[in-house]
């Protein structure tokens, strides 16, 4: 399985969004938070600390006794799971032979010693060095995971991809940014990210490097970059924020935004639908490492679901921020 999917999706797992880990049975040779971390894990030939060879992940003591390891998560934002990556990068003679997934709803706080939780991935066959991809197929929201491994080992990253859970009704008459990934905004298609993910425009915070950011190739045809976005929930957009922070000799000359309310079809089909959109933000001119803000400039076309932002002809952009009221 690929995780094309599931890059269209927000990892309810990354340290970034606060996630962290509240319980582990053991962590001797690699602390649990590190396989929290949003980079891809690396190897360092030949660093060892006092407990032996580093490694970036997670990894327990070799189990003489009987059991198995397991640590408890606190994930950064509630969400609805829908797939997961357990990834054993490096860990060849010492990952775990299989591990699970359960997880339990306690917005009040941590879960008590008698909470009650739910499997959402049975005991699956682990590889070292391998990425293994999961759908989960449950609608319900979550506070907190708890993943055990079998009996022993090491993991260097899990993710745990899924949409942000948020009571709407509570947030009705706020302004509040309707395109950010922990509202449930997420990055859908692009022409192209060759530098930089499409999905990094709507992480919070504003970005740490060009990196974090999203960046196309050079463009050697005609035409220009775009990316597509689904909204967290529908609404009717009041301020537009297109920031190039990092983005000095690369940054594009100018962006435009087209926007709908879509209903029906697929997140697949979305490009053609967006080839009929109206024009939510006339085309502006940008500058380079700096936030741009549009309020006047923005067309009154009604409620929308989804936007398209278009870059010309080329270029980087750090963050997109659409404000708004939700409607429905």
């Given at each position: 399985m690929s995780n094309t999917h599931f890059d269209k999706y927000i990892n309810l797992a990354d340290a970034r969004l606060g996630t962290k880990a509240i319980f582990v049975t053991d962590d001797w040779f690699a602390a649990v938070d590190r396989m929290l971390q949003p980079e891809a894990p690396v190897w360092k030939e030949?660093?060892?600390?006092?407990?032996?060879k580093w490694m970036d992940g997670w990894e327990s003591r070799r189990k003489r006794f009987e059991g198995y390891?397991?640590?408890?998560?606190?994930?950064?934002?509630?969400?609805?799971?829908?797939?997961?990556?357990?990834?054993t990068s490096y860990f060849t003679g010492n990952f775990p032979p299989s591990a699970s997934l359960?997880?339990?709803y306690s917005p009040d706080g941590d879960p008590a010693d008698d909470a009650e939780w739910t499997e959402l991935l049975g005991a699956v066959s682990l590889q070292g060095n391998s990425h293994h991809l999961h759908a989960i197929n449950d609608d319900r929201p979550w506070t907190h995971i708890r993943f055990n491994i079998y009996p022993d080992g090491g993991v260097a990253r899990l993710r745990v991809y899924g949409t942000p859970y948020l009571d709407w009704k509570k947030l009705a008459g706020e302004e509040i940014d309707l395109a950010a990934a922990l509202n449930g905004g997420r990055a859908l298609a692009c022409?192209?990210?060759?530098?930089?993910?499409?999905?990094?425009?709507?992480?919070?915070?504003?970005?740490?490097?060009m990196g974090d950011g999203w960046e196309t190739a050079r463009?050697?045809?005609?035409?220009?970059?775009?990316?597509?976005?689904?909204?967290?929930?529908p609404g009717e957009i009041s301020r537009i924020v297109v920031d190039t922070l990092h983005f000095k000799g690369n940054?594009?000359?100018?962006?435009?935004?087209?926007?709908?309310y879509v209903k029906g079809g697929t997140d697949e089909q979305i490009e053609t639908q967006s080839l009929f959109w109206k024009e939510l933000l006339p085309a502006q001119k940008l500058e380079m490492h700096q936030e741009h803000e549009f309020s006047a400039e923005i067309n009154d076309i009604g409620a929308i679901t989804h936007i398209r932002i278009n870059i010309f002809p080329d270029g980087g952009i750090s963050r997109l921020r659409l404000f708004g009221k939700i409607t429905d």
């Open positions: 030949g660093v060892f600390d006092d407990n032996g390891d397991y640590t408890i998560i606190r994930l950064g934002v509630p969400g609805v799971i829908c797939g997961v990556d357990i990834d359960e997880a339990c022409s192209d990210e060759h530098f930089g993910k499409m999905g990094n425009i709507l992480n919070p915070g504003r970005a740490v490097n463009r050697r045809t005609p035409g220009n970059d775009w990316v597509i976005v689904a909204l967290g929930h940054y594009p000359d100018s962006c435009s935004i087209h926007a709908a």
